[in-house]
C-alpha cells in the first residue's frame, strides 16, 4: 500500500499525527483514539507496510515513530505535485485563454 492510500484512512492519519509529535508505544495510541489495541496494531501494520513509521523494542513493547525516509519521500511527492499545480497556474495567469478569463 502507498503512503497516501495508507493516511487515507481516519485513524491511520490520527495515529501518523499522534507519532509526529513523538514516538509513542501501542497502549498509548490506543489511550487516545476510540480504538482497541488490536486495531491500533493492524493500523500501524498498515503505516509500517507503506514506510510510514517505524518501531524499536523497548523490554515487553514496541515504540513507535514516524519513518523519516518515508515521510521524507511522501514529502517529496507532495512537493512535486504541488510545484506542478504552481507552473499551472503561472501559465494561466501569464497567459490566458478566452475560457481562462
Same mark, same amino acid.
Not at 22 to 32: K, Q
Not at 46 to 60: E, N, W
Given at each position: 500500500?502507498?503512503?497516501?492510500?495508507?493516511?487515507?484512512?481516519?485513524?491511520?492519519?490520527?495515529?501518523?499525527?499522534?507519532?509526529?509529535?513523538?514516538?509513542?508505544?501501542?497502549?498509548?495510541?490506543?489511550?487516545?483514539?476510540?480504538?482497541?489495541?488490536?486495531?491500533?496494531?493492524?493500523?500501524?501494520?498498515?503505516?509500517?507496510?507503506?514506510?510510514?513509521?517505524?518501531?524499536?523494542?523497548?523490554?515487553?513493547?514496541?515504540?513507535?515513530?514516524?519513518?523519516?525516509?518515508?515521510?521524507?519521500?511522501?514529502? =517529496?511527492?507532495?512537493?512535486?505535485?504541488?510545484?506542478?499545480?504552481? =507552473? =499551472?497556474?503561472?501559465?494561466?495567469?501569464?497567459?490566458?485563454?478566452?475560457?481562462?478569463?
Amino acid at each position: 500500500m502507498d503512503a497516501f492510500t495508507a493516511l487515507g484512512d481516519p485513524t491511520r492519519r490520527a495515529i501518523f499525527e499522534q507519532l509526529a509529535e513523538r514516538p509513542r508505544a501501542v497502549v498509548e495510541l490506543a489511550g487516545a483514539l476510540p480504538v482497541s489495541r488490536p486495531a491500533i496494531s493492524q493500523h500501524l501494520k498498515v503505516l509500517k507496510q507503506a514506510h510510514l513509521v517505524m518501531d524499536r523494542p523497548a523490554g515487553t513493547r514496541r515504540i513507535y515513530r514516524l519513518d523519516p525516509d518515508g515521510v521524507g519521500a511522501l514529502r =517529496a511527492d507532495l512537493e512535486r505535485y504541488w510545484n506542478k499545480a504552481l =507552473a =499551472a497556474y503561472k501559465e494561466i495567469v501569464e497567459h490566458p485563454t478566452e475560457e481562462d478569463r
